[in-house]
């Protein structure tokens, strides 16, 4: 007990003083307690990416309103359906929601990515990438493995639900110059022509033949 006692002393002794950690206390403020304004552009580097939940959520495809994983409908659009005379029946839809860790030059944060950010990093909607998880189902971890190590810039903006815990990425941009989306990546590691996507929009948006067959020579499938 003596020998730990005087360890301790010892190593306390090595400790800077008050006055010497105030300095880097000053210059390692987080990004979050150092904005003056509401948003903020830095480079950063991707650490990790959550997949837990697959990187995607359930959405009315109306109001876009979260849905529960065991509901098909959004209750709020299918009740005002007989108010408004609407036909159009509310259904549902994927949109991305993303959690990440990223590095500046001076901390290691975490982030989140909602849909519209979310594409960049993807090239894809959350539609489809989560049909082709489905088919793959390790598609999620292999695309956060895919975008670990890549170069951004990122711009943020201070959460304005009070309960959020990240802030939020409102734009980001690539910074290495081969950088390819997730998608492109995935499909090359399944060996998944792009052609194989055109059943999903098929189905998903219900596209008649013409239109169709203009998508098939966008896209230069014979």
């Given amino acids: 007990?003596?020998?730990?006692?005087?360890?301790?002393?010892?190593?306390?002794?090595?400790?800077?003083?008050t006055d010497e950690t105030e300095p880097l206390t000053n210059k390692t403020k987080p990004i979050c307690e150092s904005m003056e304004?509401?948003?903020?552009?830095?480079?950063?580097?991707?650490?990790?990416?959550?997949?837990?939940?697959?990187?995607?959520?359930?959405?009315?495809?109306?109001c876009e309103r979260p849905l529960h994983d065991d509901t098909h409908s959004c209750r709020f659009c299918d009740h005002n359906?007989?108010?408004?005379?609407?036909?159009?029946?509310?259904?549902s839809k994927h949109l991305f929601r993303i959690l990440m860790?990223?590095?500046?030059d001076t901390e290691v944060f975490v982030v989140v990515c909602f849909d519209r950010v979310a594409k960049v990093l993807f090239g894809c909607s959350a539609d489809e990438f989560f049909d082709f998880a489905k088919l793959h189902p390790f598609a999620a971890a292999s695309a956060g493995e895919i975008l670990e190590?890549?170069?951004?810039?990122?711009?943020?903006?201070?959460?304005?639900?009070?309960?959020?815990?990240?802030?939020?990425?409102?734009?980001?941009?690539?910074l290495r110059?081969?950088?390819?989306?997730?998608?492109?990546?995935?499909?090359?590691?399944?060996?998944?022509?792009?052609?194989?996507?055109?059943?999903?929009?098929?189905?998903?948006?219900e596209l008649d033949k013409g239109v169709l067959f203009r998508i098939v020579i966008s896209f230069g499938v014979a």
């Fill in 1 to 17: 007990m003596v020998r730990i006692t005087r360890l301790m002393s010892t190593f306390l002794k090595t400790l800077p003083t």
């Fill in 37 to 62: 304004g509401d948003k903020e552009t830095v480079m950063c580097t991707t650490v990790a990416l959550d997949h837990s939940n697959g990187f995607c959520y359930r959405v009315c495809s109306i």
């Fill in 81 to 91: 359906k007989a108010f408004n005379n609407n036909p159009r029946s509310s259904g």
């Fill in 101 to 104: 860790s990223i590095a500046t």
């Fill in 149 to 174: 190590g890549e170069m951004f810039q990122m711009s943020f903006s201070k959460p304005k639900n009070g309960n959020a815990q990240h802030m939020r990425v409102v734009s980001v941009v690539p």
């Fill in 177 to 205: 110059s081969g950088f390819r989306p997730a998608i492109e990546t995935l499909r090359d590691l399944y060996e998944v022509p792009v052609s194989a996507s055109l059943p999903h929009l098929c189905n998903r948006y």
